[in-house]
């Protein structure tokens, strides 16, 4: 049956409608590239679904067109950057639209929006009167995380397209980003949670870089870049992502649900951790694109959902954690003003008391010595009069 006979049913995923052996597909390009080398042609008439065959030299592709290591998500039909083997070319593809462009330039924004509220804060804080260095390596550690996700996200997408080995390296090193991003923001969690207990601190920080570096060698594997672990990966991470909440629960433990809205702010922590739970769950089931496979080609992918949520997750996140930052050295404030104000106050009443006290002793060495005086002239008075009246006779 010629191809352009066969019949195609809507209700199913547009790459799955039709089996269509090897010589009919070879047959069909030497056609084309006889009849039509330098046009477009819609395949709805011949083929798989309502789109465009790309023209030769076309900056992006479609799904079929592109070599098995750049084949994920097969709901993802159109827009694909073809392959550059260049890094300049990889550049230039931030200034054109591809379905790449909404991860590129989300995490790149974020990247750029977490590097400008570290120097905001800095200069905030530079002052503070009881602020320690080991509070701004809580702080950094997580900007510092968010950044490095954030940035080698972008990389990784903007460079995906180079060729499969630059390919697998940029997807280890966004892998890598995940992981910083997760232990990045539990340091603050576990600093602040155990604020008077270092012990309590070593345990759990410990534990948090044992885990993260046991993810990062699993995540890395080649094995594990295929589409078929993506729910294993997604897992992982999950995995890793909930470990951070045993310090968290003991935290609640020792101060109580209320108390823990201001220690470890818990009611940004909830946010943050439903953020990054839903934006995890778009991606590994890959809504919406997998109910309406090509329609989210270009705008609004699970993929670019998750990057957004991502994102949205960070800064409420840096919110939380600068909220126990303040709550707990605004408490250290209250307490020095107070010891302050305290001392100075027991200090002008220590004054004044020893002054009465003083005068009261000055008062009484004073009469006393008016009493000797009176006492002695009264004396003096006495001895005085028989001679006087002796020397009358």
């Known amino acids: 049956m010629p191809l352009s006979q066969r019949k195609l049913s809507s209700a199913k995923h547009p790459l799955s409608e039709t089996k269509i052996i090897e010589e009919d597909v070879v047959s069909l390009i030497a056609n084309l590239d006889n009849e039509k080398s330098d046009d477009e042609f819609d395949l709805n008439e011949s083929l ?58 989300s995490h790149l924004f974020g990247a750029i929006l977490f590097a400008g509220l570290s120097l905001a804060t800095h200069f905030y804080l530079m002052d503070h009167p009881t602020l320690k260095q080991s ?34 390296n940029w997807n280890r090193c966004d892998y890598v980003g995940i992981v910083a991003l997760i232990i990045g923001s539990t340091c603050p969690i576990i600093y602040y949670g155990f604020y008077c207990n270092n012990l309590l601190k070593i345990v759990y920080l410990t534990m948090m870089l044992v885990f993260g570096g046991a993810t990062i060698s699993v995540a890395v594997a080649l094995r594990f870049r295929r589409p078929e672990f993506r729910w294993f990966r997604t897992g992982l991470f999950f995995a890793l992502g ?40 778009l991606y590994g089931t890959r809504l919406p694109e997998r109910l309406f496979p090509g329609k989210f080609d270009i705008w609004g992918s699970s993929h670019q959902f998750f990057h957004f949520f991502v994102v949205a997750a960070a800064v409420f996140h840096y919110y939380g954690v600068f909220h126990s930052m303040l709550y707990w050295h605004k408490f250290f404030v209250n ?58 006779k």
């Open 335 to 392: 307490i020095y003003s107070f010891a302050d104000g305290f001392e100075k106050e027991h200090v002008s009443i220590t004054q004044e008391t020893l002054y009465k006290q003083n005068k009261e002793d000055a008062d009484k060495e004073k009469s006393k010595d008016d009493e000797e005086v009176v006492q002695q002239l009264i004396n003096q008075t006495k001895n005085k009069q028989p001679a006087a009246k002796t020397k009358v």
């Open 48 to 105: 798989f679904f309502p789109t465009t065959w790309t023209t030769k030299g076309s900056l992006t592709c479609a799904f079929w067109e592109l070599p098995n290591w750049l084949q994920d998500n097969n709901d993802i039909i159109r827009g694909y950057r073809r392959p550059t083997f260049s890094y300049l070319k990889c550049i230039k593809s931030l200034f054109y639209l591809h379905n790449e462009s909404v991860n590129i330039w």
């Open 135 to 168: 509070d701004y390596i809580a702080f950094y550690c997580f900007m510092a995380g968010a950044m490095i996700c954030l940035g080698l996200s972008s990389s990784f997408h903007t460079m995906c397209c180079h060729s499969e080995k630059v390919c697998a």
């Open 242 to 281: 909930g470990s951070s909440v045993i310090p968290v629960i003991h935290a609640i433990f020792l101060y109580g649900f209320h108390l823990s809205y201001e220690v470890i702010s818990l009611k940004w922590l909830a946010i943050t951790g439903s953020l990054y739970m839903f934006g995890a769950f």
